[in-house]
């Protein structure tokens, strides 16, 4: 953040300056998570046993919609196209969404904590899965089961917390309170079923819940795609209101918000995005958490900048941790959840310690 | 009229905090709201910023209902001031001033709410701050913030709750001087729930006396800010002076339950008002 000189001779020519600066700074940030972005995708697919440099891979992209135009090397389309780049899609479209659904939740609970672990809804989608895969009972048979469970169970601590607000008015720490309590129910049964398992089970359902891009096929991209296509404007579209809310609930209202129903909107837009991208990816963690916090670190707690560039940090993030989940003992790919929250609970932590200022 | 309060009740679930409460603000004028603890100031300011719902009883502004007013359309007349504010995200002076913009605007500000941003600043002089963090700044200046953030709203009634409140003297004067010049020279009218009796006095021009949610006295400073009252209301045996042309209450003791002066006290009570009598 720019820090202005604290004498009383500053002109209005030069504060609209800084504040010029103020907003470059955020489009700075913005315009170099979308190169990091591209650049993340590259490496990613450049990277596996046949080897391409990062340059053929772009070659290799651009070509399917400009033919004939760029050298192109054998086998590159079949590699790329049916092979690695369903998983960096993946990679990017779960780590937008889920850096949105977190940056939207904190602050609509005006709280650093919140995030669709602390509200259950990982816990939900963790007894969905739990259920599909031991005891293979669920709301929709044959392929979709495991999916069809995890979004199902992934909804209802959302629908459990959005009923609290709307009927008993519960403020944003009672939302979070029962966050956490339903946390502790669907571990418990999950615990339950875990424990009567059997050995194989057991691994499948551990697997999942380290969250993994490996299993995204096209027709999940597709979903996925159509619903951050459908939930991001609707959320941008929020963040002056929740600019506002962050003044707290009284100042909102004055302002005209109605806090209220901001709230549960966006709660539920929020859920419904974590609740598909999670099914279909298993717990990915940290992302929803911290890409919000270190983005505001960054350039602020202004909503309408902070929304888009946590879902470009999520998507860079989360394609950067899925390169180092299968370079690191490869050609074993280890769940990328795990890389997520060890390269970024430490990051975290060092960001913690070197801010100068109290955050939040 | 600006705003007339009609028959006005409000309870939080069973326990009543305004009852039957009428008054009237009339166009560029400074309404004190006094009375002790739980007397239900901050709760009839919050009523009528349709913050809080009253039960009964009705509020018109510029002879509309509130209550049919749309967020937005009230947001463009009303102009809220809390007690004391946190910014939960980091946000500087000049965002937070920014929204109060919010009433005017979708979800994009121009050029122009900058600006108007720039020239409140500027008009309470504390453009010098646009720039740092909220929450990094002094009680004094963070209050000059929210009026700031109030203004650019373009209301045309002020509603400040405990405006003065963990200020020092200075800062004290500063913002009710800001207070004061702006209803004058914008002809917008203010009411605001006040502790200090002295502040309140000087700078009202009409005051209400609220006792168990219930107006006990209106009228000018003068009028309603006299010993018998003070000693009915709070409880506390004081003496009235004038200062600077209004009422300037010196308060001496409180008053034990049967109405009698506390014991401990009585000596320096007595002592006071003989040299209350003697100016």
Redesign the interface.
Known sequence: MVAVESSETVTRSEVKKEYKKFIGRKIFFISFFILLTILLCGISVSLGPLKFSVLEVYATILDRFIPNFFDVPELAPIVVWNIRINRVIMGVLAGAGLAIAGAEMQGILRNPLASPFTLGISAGAGLGAALAIIAGVGFIGGGLLLVGNAFVFALIPSFIIVALARFKRATPETMILAGIAMTYIFSAVSSLLHYFSEAEALKDVVVWLMGSLGRATWNDIYIISITLAICIPLLIWRSWDLNVMGAGDETAKSLGINVERTRIFVMMVASFLTAVIICFTGMIGFIGLVAPHITRMCIGGDNRFVVPASALFGAAFLVAADIIAREIVAPVIIPVGIVTSCVGGPLFLYLIIRKKREYW | MKLKVKNVEFGYQSVPVLKDVCFELAQSEVLGIVGPNGAGKSTLI?CI???LKPQKGSILLDEREIKEM???????K???I?QS????????V???VL??R??H???RSNEKD?EKV?DV??ML?I???????I??ISGGQQQKVFIA?ALV?EPDVL?LDEPTSNLDIKHQLDVMDAIKKLVREKEISAIMAIHDLNLGSRYSDRIIMLNGGTIVSAGNPSSVLNAENIRQVYGVEAFVRNELGCPYIVPVSPISPNGVEAVMDGGVSRQMRDAGKSV
């Open positions: 919050r910023d349709r913050i749309r967020g937005m359309e009230l947001a463009k009303l102009g809220y809390p504010g946190h910014q939960s995200f980091p946000a500087t000049f965002d937070v929204m109060g919010r009433p605007i979708g979800w900058n720039l600043l500027q002089k453009e010098y701050l646009a720039m740092r963090d929450n990094e953030r709203q509603l």
